[in-house]
């Protein structure tokens, strides 16, 4: 398979319809480990909407999406470890003496690719492999530029929080 060269995220379909940019964000938890992970259900819709006449494009920050972009060299199967940045404790897991971490691409490698992204997507969906309450629905994303107020973002996921829906209500990350 040949992956595009960093920080390209490519669109495809007829080019016709509305851009619909997926993302399948970072994991936020004590440990993670790729044993096969993929947003299947993600892949699927996005099948559906490029049958349907949209243009889409997936940003995968748990997939080695480039070449040129460090990652943990793999098992043999295709498993292994995602590259991680130890994170402060959230307040409410405090209590814990353990290293909490966000796994995945890292956060400017992220951000950058969406920056680049050209032409800029007519909607966002977010979803997660993660089942619990992540804070990956509530951690300011870097969104695409030129995204403005009026993006329409779906968040799907099995979640108990509130999210926000657009970009706007986001607060901007450092």
Not at 2 to 14: K, L, M, N, V, Y
Not at 80 to 101: A, Q, V
Request: glycine residues 6%; hydrophobic residues 35%; charged residues 20%.
């Amino acid at each position: 398979m040949t992956r595009p060269q960093f920080p390209e995220i490519a669109w495809s379909g007829s080019g016709t319809g509305p851009r619909i940019l997926a993302i399948n964000p970072w994991i936020f938890d004590f440990a993670a480990f790729n044993v096969w992970s993929r947003p299947v259900g993600l892949l699927a819709c996005l099948d559906m909407l490029r049958g349907a006449g949209a243009t889409v494009a997936l940003m995968d920050c748990l997939d080695r999406t480039w070449e040129d972009v460090k990652w943990p060299k793999p098992g043999k199967y295709a498993t292994g470890h995602y590259p991680k940045e130890e994170l402060p404790l959230p307040d409410k897991l405090s209590f814990m003496d353990r290293r909490y971490s966000r796994y995945g691409l890292p956060r400017d490698v992220v951000r950058e690719a969406l920056a680049s992204l050209d032409p800029a997507p007519d909607a966002v969906m977010v979803s997660s492999i993660m089942t619990t309450g992540t804070p990956a629905h509530s951690t300011p994303f870097p969104w695409p530029r030129n995204s403005g107020p009026t993006l329409p973002v779906c968040w799907a996921a099995a979640t108990p929080h509130s999210v926000p829906n657009t970009p706007s209500s986001t607060p901007t990350p450092t």
